[in-house]
C-alpha cells in the first residue's frame, strides 16, 4: 500500500538558518503530493502541494519539488524565523480512483531567536 | 467565517460508553474526512465521505462508525469506547474529493482531545 516516511524530529535551528525536512514516499503511479504545518494547539494547515512530477509547491518561502525518481518531496526553507516553529507533516493522495489519505508521522521544528 | 467546527473540544470517558464526537462545516464541501493523530504515528484516516449517504473506510476504522445524513455534518461515534481510542481526532473537509491533478485543499478543525479511562 502506499506510504510516507519523513525524518524523525525534533529539529532546532537558529533563525535565519537553512531548512531541509526529508520526505520519501512509495505509491504506485503519480500521488498527488502535500506539506501541511501544524501550530500549537490548532488543526493541520495546507502549507503546499504538488501534483506531477518535477511540479514545485511553494508558499511563505517554503518550497518543495516533486521528484519522481528519488520518491521524495522534501520540504526547504531558505531562512527560517521563529514563527515557522511548528510540526510539519508529509502527506500523500493516491491516484484517481483513491480517495484516502497518508501522512507522515510528522517532524517538529523549533527556531531559536 | 468559512470553517470547521468540531464539538466537544475535550472530552473524558469511561471504557464502554458510547460516544458522538460532532464535525460541522459551513463551505458546502462535498469531502469529509475523520483523522486520529497519535505522538510516532503522525495522522491516520479513520473513514471519509465523498458526499452525502457515500462514506468509506480509511486506514484505521476499527471500533468507529460514521454518518452522512447531510453535507454538513459529518459526526464520528465510538460505540464501545476503549482506552487505545484516546487519542487526538480531527475532522477535515475539502470541496471536492479531486482526482487526477485537480486537487483541493483539506481544511481543519480544531481538534478534540478524547481520553478513554
Known amino acids: 500500500g502506499n506510504s510516507v516516511t519523513q525524518m524523525e524530529g525534533p529539529v532546532t535551528l537558529s533563525e535565519e538558518a537553512f531548512l531541509t525536512i526529508n520526505c520519501t514516499y512509495t505509491?504506485?503511479?503519480?500521488?498527488?503530493l502535500f506539506w501541511y504545518v501544524q501550530y500549537p494547539g490548532e488543526g493541520l494547515q495546507l502549507l503546499l502541494k504538488?501534483?506531477?512530477?518535477?511540479d514545485k509547491g511553494s508558499n511563505k518561502g517554503f518550497e518543495a519539488t516533486y521528484r519522481k525518481e528519488t520518491t521524495s518531496f522534501h520540504l526547504e526553507k531558505g531562512s527560517v524565523q521563529v514563527s515557522d516553529s511548528a510540526v510539519y507533516f508529509c502527506?500523500?493522495?493516491?491516484?484517481?480512483?483513491?480517495?484516502?489519505?497518508?501522512f507522515g508521522t510528522g517532524t517538529r521544528l523549533k527556531v531559536l531567536a | 467565517e468559512a470553517q470547521v467546527t468540531q464539538n466537544p473540544r475535550y472530552l473524558i470517558t469511561v471504557t464502554g460508553k458510547k460516544l458522538t464526537v460532532t464535525c460541522s462545516q459551513n463551505m458546502n464541501h462535498e469531502y469529509m474526512s475523520w483523522y486520529r493523530q497519535d505522538p510516532g504515528l503522525g495522522l491516520r484516516q479513520i473513514y471519509y465521505?465523498?458526499?452525502?449517504?457515500?462514506?468509506d473506510k480509511g486506514d484505521v476504522p476499527e471500533g468507529y462508525k460514521v454518518s452522512r445524513k447531510e453535507k454538513r455534518n459529518f459526526p464520528l461515534i465510538l460505540e464501545s469506547p476503549s482506552p487505545n481510542q484516546t487519542s487526538l481526532y480531527f475532522c477535515?473537509?475539502?470541496?471536492?474529493?479531486?482526482?487526477?491533478?485537480?486537487?483541493?485543499?483539506?481544511?481543519f478543525g480544531p481538534g478534540t482531545r478524547l481520553t478513554v479511562t
Open positions: 477535515a473537509s475539502s470541496l471536492s474529493a479531486g482526482g487526477g491533478t485537480l486537487i483541493y485543499e483539506q481544511y
Open positions: 505509491a504506485t503511479g503519480y500521488p498527488s
Open positions: 502527506a500523500l493522495k493516491g491516484t484517481s480512483g483513491t480517495y484516502k489519505y497518508i
Open positions: 465521505s465523498m458526499n452525502v449517504e457515500v462514506t
Open positions: 504538488a501534483t506531477k512530477a518535477d
